[in-house]
């Protein structure tokens, strides 16, 4: 079957650094994205990663391990308007992006 | 700018009724797609089309219908059988390969009375 992992909440204080893992499994593979969603917002798009690595976008980077089955997405000097959820979204060999439940950030003053 | 439009933003219905959400988008995505979020939830898929005329049932079609005849339109109906509709509904596109991932709309908040 296709599964998401992450955690279910995080807390970090502001100006610090917070780590995201997503360990997942799909049928086939075609990248994995990071997205972020405000509270009663729709998701807006973070990261996309096909490769294994790192992808580095100003204070956001998220990194691919295909091998493992493992993503991490990387937030650096924290601000309070990061607190949102962050969802793991690998895509699979139709195309389709594979939802899980997110990760609830809440960054503390 | 292209985008992609759902409207209304909130929507109350009284139970008993059917209802339609409206997705549009100017993108000239081939992909549509319909979730619905419960609070506290991931996205779940109720119905996607990946060509016109053509549409296929996620993991929560019961309840639910829609049409695509025409590419920029992917409207989404909650029916009377739909035992709990109340939630969250996003609307969202992409192009066939996905490679640039989803477009999201701002999403409908539906409400039973």
């Known amino acids: 079957g296709q599964n998401i992992d992450q955690p279910t909440e995080m807390t970090a204080t502001e100006g610090a650094i917070v780590q995201i893992n997503c360990t997942y499994q799909t049928s086939g593979f075609n990248g994995l994205f990071w997205y972020q969603q405000h509270a009663g917002e729709a998701p807006t798009f973070l990261s996309y990663?096909?490769l294994d690595g790192l992808e580095e976008k100003g204070r956001f980077s998220s990194f691919l391990s295909r091998s493992k089955g493992y993503s991490y997405l990387l937030l650096k000097e924290l601000q309070m308007k990061d607190s949102a959820s962050y969802l793991c979204a690998p895509m699979d060999s139709n195309y389709q992006l594979i939802w899980g439940a997110g990760t609830k950030l809440i960054i503390k003053p | 700018d292209g985008g992609i439009t759902q409207s209304p933003k909130y929507l109350f219905r009284k139970e008993g009724q059917n209802v339609t959400l409206s997705c549009e988008q100017n993108?000239?995505?081939?992909?549509m797609y319909w979730y619905r979020q419960d609070p506290g939830q991931g996205l779940r898929l109720i119905y996607y089309?990946?060509?016109?005329?053509?549409?296929q049932k996620g993991d929560i079609a019961e309840g639910y219908s829609v049409s695509r005849e025409k590419k920029e339109s992917f409207p989404l109906t909650v029916t009377s059988a739909q035992k709990n509709p109340t939630a969250f509904y996003l609307c969202?596109?992409?192009?066939?390969?996905?490679?640039?991932?989803?477009?999201f709309g701002s999403g409908t908040r539906l409400t039973v009375v």
């Open positions: 969202a596109s992409s192009g066939l390969e996905g490679s640039a991932g989803y477009t």
């Open positions: 990663n096909v």
């Open positions: 993108l000239n995505h081939d992909a």
């Open positions: 089309s990946q060509i016109v005329n053509d549409f």
